[in-house]
């Protein structure tokens, strides 16, 4: 079995989880509205698995996984605060630099063949949570078009971390800067 595949599956398992104990509809009940706390829930497993993953990374000594757990966890926290705050006309997810410092310590002479499995980990970690989010998000437009509109975005500025996290894996050195995404919630009123 291949480190992709049992982190994915220990993700999996950790988002399994969390749904599982998340806030549920009862029966009877269940509108678009009441899974916006799933949706939140799912961002927050994310960061979780992607925490787990950064602690294995750097114990197994993966450069490529270590800088590509770091940028998801920025990545959840960022999105996950903005949902889980008041929405206006527009909502804006924070950019971010990290310092890799912990990341350039495992960076080996030999570590750039296997840097280009960065894209399906940062995929595989992220897919369990995103899907969630997503089908959720696709169900709460519906209902309440801010929600939606912003888990939406939510989702792809996180999707959007994989070329960045690329970059600097291609070209260690500099701190690794993410920009700010603003969402436009405007055509929502």
Same mark, same amino acid.
């Given at each position: ?9 220990? +993700?999996?398992?950790?988002?399994? #989880? ?7 509809? =009862?029966?009877? +009940? $269940? ?16 960061? +979780? $698995? ?5 602690? %294995?990374? *750097?114990?197994?000594?993966?450069? $490529?996984?270590? *800088?590509?757990?770091?940028? @998801? ?6 999105? /996950?605060? *903005? @949902? ?6 527009? #909502? #804006? ?15 080996? %002479? ?13 995929? /595989? #970690?992220?897919? *369990? ?19 939606? =509109?912003?888990?939406?975005?939510? !989702? ?12 600097? !894996?291609? %070209? ?18």
């Amino acid at each position: 079995m291949t480190r992709l595949s049992k982190f994915m599956g220990a +993700t999996a398992l950790l988002a399994l #989880v969390a749904g599982s104990v998340g806030c549920k509809p =009862t029966k009877g +009940t $269940a509108s678009p509205e009441d899974y916006f706390p799933l949706i939140l829930v799912a961002m927050d497993s994310g960061k +979780t $698995a992607a925490m787990i993953g950064r602690n %294995e990374f *750097v114990k197994k000594k993966d450069f $490529a996984g270590c *800088v590509s757990m770091e940028a @998801l966890i920025s990545g959840f926290d960022g999105a /996950g605060d *903005v @949902l889980a705050g008041k929405m206006a006309d527009k #909502v #804006v997810i924070p950019g971010f630099e990290l310092d890799l410092v912990e990341c350039m310590a495992l960076k080996g %002479e030999d570590q750039p063949e296997g840097n280009a499995n960065a894209a399906p980990i940062i995929e /595989g #970690v992220a897919s *369990v949570a995103l899907s969630t989010a997503e089908f959720y998000a696709n169900k709460l437009l519906s209902a309440n078009c801010k929600k939606g =509109t912003a888990t939406l975005g939510a !989702i792809a500025y996180i999707k959007g971390l994989i070329e960045p996290v690329m970059k600097q !894996i291609a %070209e260690p050195g500099a701190p690794l800067s993410i920009p700010a995404v603003t969402i436009d919630l405007s055509a929502c009123e």
